[in-house]
Every structure is written in C-alpha cells, then in structure tokens.
C-alpha cells in the first residue's frame, strides 16, 4: 500500500539480503579472531543493523548503539554532532565497527568518527548500507558499502521521510509530489 508512494523500488528484500550475505562474508573474514564491537547509529540503522549481525560470523562480537544529532544537515561544514546516546561499553583500546543507514554529505560521520578517534579505539572502520557520493560535502570514506546510489530521496529499510516509511521491507524512492 505505501508501494504507491513509490517512483522506484530499488532494492527489493531479495536484492538487499543477498549483498548484505555478502558483505558480511567479508567482514567476518577481516575480522577473524577479532573481538570487535559492532556500534549501531540510531535510528536509521536498526533494520540493516539486524540484519547484517546475524550474518556476520564473528563470535566474539559485541553490539552496541548510539544516537547522534547533526547540526545544521545538509549544510557546507555545519561542524557539530551531539550525542544523544552514547556507548554502553567504552571503545578504548577495542576494534569498532560503525553500521549506519545512508552515508550522504557525510557532515555526521565524519565529525562522529573524529569524536570517536579522541577515545583511542584500536581501529574504526564504517560500514553502510547506502552511500551517496555525489553528495558528499565532508571528504569520507565508508569502509564497508552495500550499494551506491544516485541522489534522490530513499526510504525503507531504515531510512524515513519525516520519520515514516522505516519499516518498509524495500529501499525506496518516495515521489516527488509526496515531500514537495
Ligand atoms: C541520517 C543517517 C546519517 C546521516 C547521514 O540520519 O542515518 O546519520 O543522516 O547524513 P550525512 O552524511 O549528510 O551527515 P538522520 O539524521 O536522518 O537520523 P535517523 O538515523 O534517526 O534517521
């Protein structure tokens, strides 16, 4: 039914699954005899998140989750991120993984990697499911990326329109008329 506020589907559950299968193979593989943490930014990452963790054959693992808040987004250099929620565990010293939902002007990672950075992990890297390059304003890269995709406004799997649309099973992109 939300189908019809549609202009493309283009992943199906299908299609997105068998990548992320895929990009979990090589995950576990970089991360064999690891103990990394896995750290979900809420809320855009719950659904991939899940999805790419009970891929992922790293039995040491821990999850972990935070939610931050950009300032400004979607504007040149907008410089800050807040933390709403922080790590339950702390980072130090440990192998951490970022899952997010969409990399785009990349302002938010970017500043959240250089925050995390100053808590000395053993390694950062990130893992996306979307990445929008063309528009990035904040020179970063993803470690880890599920699909490329042109600019156009998504949804699904994650990823909202004034916060609706998250639960969709498929990556989307919303008709015009429906946020003009
Ligand atoms: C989205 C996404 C990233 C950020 C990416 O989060 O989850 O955090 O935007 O955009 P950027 O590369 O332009 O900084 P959003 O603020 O929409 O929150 P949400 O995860 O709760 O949907």
Do not use: H, W
Not at 48 to 62: K, N
Not at 132 to 153: H, L, M, N, S, W
Not at 156 to 162: A, H, M, Q, V
């Amino acid at each position: 039914m939300m189908e019809q506020d549609m202009q493309e589907i283009l992943f199906t559950r299908e299609q997105l699954s068998s990548r992320i299968k895929e990009l979990a193979a090589q995950i576990s593989e970089d991360y064999r005899g690891k103990a990394p943490v896995v750290i979900g930014i809420l809320r855009g990452c719950f659904i991939f998140m899940a999805d790419l963790v009970r891929e992922l054959d790293i039995p040491q693992m821990t999850l972990d989750f935070m939610s931050v808040s950009s300032y400004g987004k979607g504007t040149v250099s907008s410089g800050l991120v807040n933390i709403k929620l922080d790590t339950s565990e702390t980072i130090t010293g440990r192998d951490v993984i970022l899952v997010e939902d969409i990399l785009d002007t990349g302002n938010t990672l970017s500043k959240l990697v250089e925050e995390l950075g100053k808590r000395n992990p053993a390694s950062l890297r990130l893992c996306v499911l979307l990445d929008k390059t063309e528009r990035r304003v904040t020179p970063i890269q993803a470690d880890y990326v599920c699909f490329q995709i042109p600019d156009g406004f998504v949804v699904g799997c994650g990823l909202d329109y004034n916060q609706q649309y998250r639960q969709l099973e498929y990556v989307g992109i919303l008709k015009p008329e429906i946020y003009e």
